[in-house]
């Protein structure tokens, strides 16, 4: 079976049932589907089984070890957050997971991404330093500062993670961002052994999971974990929760970024009836959905030029071009960072 | 003796226990790793213990514990109320499980 076709399979299933596959892999090509869950962080979607228990126990293994960490370091910063008055948002990670899948360990969480107002970055950093994280040097680059927007505070103390504090979610093509960071920082209140934070709206974390499709597109990264939470996500939302989307979509410029989104979705046959209008939005004329899918599961396999995909992002020409100049200009500042040039 | 187990024994069987709300756990290599997020200490269960814990997840009385215990390995009733009442004790020791005496 071709590695992607198993994926397309396993990402329908589990979005329908909500409940990992027993999925009995055949043929010569066991080993690369297998390889390519478990690149695509979607090992947990299928249940254990002699065919798959070493390749899972490794990876629950690891998830284990990153995640326990990722969840004492939010314990230990949120009264840093809460008590200093800053405006945030925990964007990823295990309190994520546990919303979506029932399982703060359904796949790795390297660092705790959280994102602040871009005027109450510099406080929030140095709050986070006097709680015993530092600024990783190579983060001081303008590189990181300006084009990645994020800077990366590693823990002083054992058992923590590193904290990814980021000061925009970054959209290559367009002005989204801006409008988009605001509405995901307005979030809804959870609690994490009594201690009360916040995360994402649903809505938000559809936008912010459209968001990293299209990070990924853009980095050839592979993205099937990414494109499992869409997937619940959209399977999850009432009538009227379709249309906030789609209107918040709009007002943050990522409309035709949700349409991309939701044309994959159609290839896994997940699309619901209330947005098929979107599809339409995209002209898929020399790429099908599926090419796009296949190209998000198994980066590589084949040459699908970047500039393509920010021109499917992008709402408009005038964005096409802004973000294609900034995706230069980032290269250029990497180069020069890596170089040592500042 | 805890305070835990004299009020089991004071109390019969009917204690109703389950995993505490402030610990995450993940199960892998055939036993089941947990954090307490309270005392931000590990723990490992294997074997029985990893079986009990399953158990578990659902409010359960320290009877039906031991009589679930006795059935899966099949022993006697009686090794498995004493057993079940001292990891029971050593769990809440820990902070790994919640009670609710009926």
Known sequence: ?342 | MSQFVMRLVASGLNVIIRSARNVVWSEFHGGVSILSLESQRYFRLEGVGHFLWFQLQTARSVSELASALANEYEMDLEICVSDVREFADSLFREGLIDKDLT
């Open chain 1, 1 to 342: 079976m071709d590695p992607t076709i198993a994926v397309r399979d396993l990402l329908r299933e589990y979005t329908l049932r909500r409940a990992p596959i027993d999925a009995e892999l055949k043929g010569p090509t066991v080993k690369a589907c297998l390889r390519t869950i478990h690149k695509n962080r979607l090992a947990n979607v299928l249940l254990l089984n002699d065919q798959n228990e070493t390749m899972i126990n490794s990876y629950r293994e690891a998830i284990w070890s990153t995640n326990s960490s990722a969840l004492l370091t939010i314990l230990h910063v949120l009264p840093v957050l809460e008590n200093n008055q800053i405006n945030y948002c925990i964007i990823k990670g295990p309190v994520l997971l546990e919303e979506l899948y029932d399982d703060y360990f359904f796949r790795p969480a390297t660092d705790v991404d959280i994102l602040v107002q871009p005027s109450e970055f510099d406080r929030a950093a140095e709050h986070l330093r006097e709680a015993g994280f530092a600024l990783r040097p190579a983060c001081k680059s303008i590189y990181w500062r300006f084009f990645l927007g994020e800077q990366h505070l590693d823990p002083m103390m054992p058992a923590l993670s590193v904290i990814d504090l980021h000061r925009h979610v970054y959209h290559p093509a367009g002005l989204g961002a801006k409008e988009a960071d605001a509405y995901f920082l307005q979030g809804v209140r959870r609690e994490l052994n009594g201690k009360r934070f916040t995360v994402p709206s649903r809505i938000g974390q559809a936008l912010l999971s459209v968001l990293y499709i299209v990070k990924s597109l853009m980095r050839s990264e592979p993205a099937g974990h990414y494109l499992l939470d869409f997937a619940l996500i959209l399977n999850g939302m009432s009538k009227d929760e379709y249309k906030n989307l789609v209107q918040e979509a709009d007002q943050k410029n990522l409309l035709r970024a949700l349409s991309l989104a939701v044309n994959i979705m159609q290839t896994i046959s997940i699309a619901p009836d209330e947005l098929r209008p979107l599809l339409a939005i995209h002209s898929f004329k020399t790429l099908s959905p599926y090419d796009i899918f296949e190209q998000l599961i198994s980066p590589g396999t084949r040459n699908i030029k970047m500039g393509l995909y920010i021109l499917r992002c992008a709402t408009e020409v005038g964005d096409f071009k802004k973000g294609l100049v900034w995706e230069i200009g980032r290269k250029l500042a990497q180069g020069a960072c890596h170089a040592g040039l500042f």
